[in-house]
Nanobody
Framework: QVQLVESGGGLVQAGGSLRLSCAAS????????MGWFRQAPGKERESVAG????????YYADSVKGRFTVSRDNAKNTVYLQMNSLKPEDTAVYYC????????????????WGQGTQVTVSS
């Protein structure tokens, strides 16, 4: 059984930082691409960032470029999203996703998804 469990969300003031973690189990982590997505109330789910099998092929949404950093630790089966200079518009539920096909992660059609962690940024 594949499980993805997000953690690290919370309430922060604008300009603050959070680090999200996604711990994976039930899969060979080093062969899976990983991604981060978010969904705010009344909005569609959007891609935030992604990372390839071994830490290469990183990408970011224009709205978070320069503020967020995605990384992974294959020894810990964990992917991270470091979020700095947070803005109120970053408020959303953040999800991690996994698929051995990097293009599927990038396109939002990953096979596996976590249940999300809430990030709230106050002004």
């Amino acid at each position: 059984q594949v499980q993805l469990v997000e953690s690290g969300g919370g309430l922060v003031q604008a300009g603050g930082s959070l680090r999200l973690s996604c711990a994976a189990s039930g899969l060979t982590f080093s062969t899976y691409a990983m991604g981060w997505f978010r969904q705010a109330p009344g909005k569609e789910r959007e891609s935030v960032a992604g990372i390839g099998w071994s830490g290469g092929n990183t990408y970011y949404a224009d709205s978070v470029k320069g503020r967020f950093t995605v990384s992974r630790d294959n020894a810990k089966n964990t992917v991270y999203l470091q979020m700095n200079s947070l803005k109120p518009e970053d408020t959303a539920v953040y999800y991690c996703a996994a698929d051995y096909r990097e293009l599927y992660v990038r396109g939002g059609t990953s096979t596996y998804w976590g249940q999300g962690t809430q990030v709230t940024v106050s002004s």
